[in-house]
Structures are given as C-alpha cells and as structure tokens.
C-alpha cells in the first residue's frame, strides 16, 4: 500500500462517522474474519460501524466476535441497503467485483457515492474504488487487514484479542490451516503477532473444525461414496450434489463448505470440481495444486475465475449440462497442454 492511500484514508476518516464493511455472497471465514476485525478496530476507535453478509453464514462461524451484530441482506435487506447508502465510508473485502455480493447488493455497493476502500486478494479486480489495497500474494484478506491496521494505518496500536481471533479464522480457513497458500514468511509472522495477542489457536480450530452438523457429514458421505468421479487420464476429478441430495440431507448453510478439497487428497488428481444445484444455477468450485491454474481453467470454460489453485463459478443450466461440460472442457484443455 502507498504512503499517499493511507494519507487519503486517514484524510477521508477524519470526516466519517458511520463506516460500512461488505463481502461476497456465501462468505466464508476469510470473508466474516476480514470484516469483523475491521468491525471491531473501528467500533474502538468510535466509530458507528457496520457489516453486511449479502446471505446467510456457516453455522460454524457464528460462534466469532461480532458474528451476532451482522446484518444478513436476505433477511433484511432494506437495512442492508440503507447502511451501504448512507454509511461515510465502505469497506469491500475479500471480493473483487460487486457482482459477487449478488444481485441484492451488487447496485447499491456500485453506486455508493462515499469513499470506498478495496481490500483483497483475488486477481484482476473489477471495482472502482478510491482506494484499492489489492494483492493476489497473500494467504487471505485478513492478512492484508493485519496489514492495513497494523502496518501501515496505526503500527503502533496494540492488536485486541478479539482482532486477533477474527484474523486468525480468515487466515487458517483460507489456507486450509496452513496446508496451501502458504509459502510466505511474513504470513508466519503475523500469525505470531496473532497468538501473542492471546488467542487460544486450538480452541479455534475446535469451534471450526469440530463443530460441523449432522447433515454435513451425511452429505460428505454421499459425496464421496456416490458422487465422485475420478478422471486418472487426465489427472482430474470431480464431485456432485443435486439440489434433491441438499434436500433429502437436511442441508444448512456451510454444510458442503471445503468438500471440493477432498479430491486433491489423491496422488494422481491435480484439479477438481465441486458442482452444487441451486433453484436456478450450478454452483461449481475448483481446486489445483501443482502448476494447474484453475483461475484460467474458470475463465476460460465457466465464465468464472478466482485464484490459481482455488477458483469458482455459475453455470446456468442442468447438472447433467454442467457435467458434461466440465469433462468436455477437461479434454479440450488436456489437448492444448
């Protein structure tokens, strides 16, 4: 981040009272722990602070600080819109384009006439924003609002416990607790800055990890016994749920979370697939490890992008359609390679 954006940030902060903090829809840990530390740093510093969820969240991640005061846009979405409308200031984390807070929110974060602060780690953004703290060599947006905070807005301002926990959740989910976008020293650092401030990492990882439902592990179960497809001529794979799976299963927000990561655990996969039927779409996810790039995979094929070994998209039409097309689109890309 430049000197002159923080310079334009504090000038711009100066005359803000209420400050606004959207994500992406379906949000996840990045998402919730980015956002709520921001909630918690600018609640301290007296400011009237908000966060806005386009949907609702894992049940998993209700448990983090603040999680109670979010306002979710589908249950409230006059309120939403309002806080957006109205607030000094916007904070758009862990996305790079307002379409990916869905159509409820996508006009009302485009046509905000406040300052607006981007603060995120997917390539290629696609938002006007004053200021644009954007980097795709990260482990995750809470890294860069570790950074924001306490690097470059007040270095010496001590981080909280609740910060900390909040950063903590966005790094370790985003990462697979370490296991993938990883290879950066100064990560290392930060989460030690994190632990110093007195966070408890293993209970942490208890209230993520170890407090799924029911139905979450009946759909895993299915997943893997009944809806995997392994394609070894091609080092690819992929895995499904139709809407009535979802159904039958008692399905809950967050309950298919990570599942697209199950196929990388096979030695002769180096991408995968998760598609997920929703009323009116396709819900796919992708994973790579290796040199495969499924940002360009996405892009290329779905319409869709995301990081190099993590991307996802929408396609808009059957399951049978969208399967059928990945395994086209597997081939096609084989033969180019």
Known sequence: MEEQDIQKIQAALKETKTIAIVFHFNPDGDALGSALALYHYFQDEGYEASVISPNPFPNFLQWMPGAEQIIVAQENLVEARKRIRN??????????????????LQNAISKSTHFKVLIDHHVQPDIKCDVMYSTHLTTSASELVYDFLYQ???????????????LYVGIITDTGSMSYTCDYPKSYTVLRKLIEAGINGEEIHRKVYDNYTESRMKLLGLALSQRMVVMPEFG?????LTKKDLTDNGFQIGDTEGFVNY?????????????TERDNRIRVSFRSKGIVDVNLFA???????????????????????????????????AQQS
């Open 299 to 333: 892009r290329k094929y779905f319409e869709g992008g995301g990081h190099a070994n993590a991307a996802g998209a929408f396609y808009h039409g059957s399951m049978e359609d969208a399967i059928a097309h990945f395994e086209k689109a597997v081939r096609e890309n």
């Open 87 to 104: 607030a000094d200031m916007l904070f758009i984390v862990d996305m790079n384009a307002p379409h990916r807070a869905g159509q409820d």
């Open 263 to 275: 196929g990388l655990s096979m030695g002769i996969v180096h991408y995968t697939a998760f598609f």
């Open 152 to 166: 470059y807005l007040t270095p010496e301002k001590p981080i909280t416990k609740e910060i900390a926990e909040c």
């Open 236 to 240: 690819a794979s992929y895995m499904y």
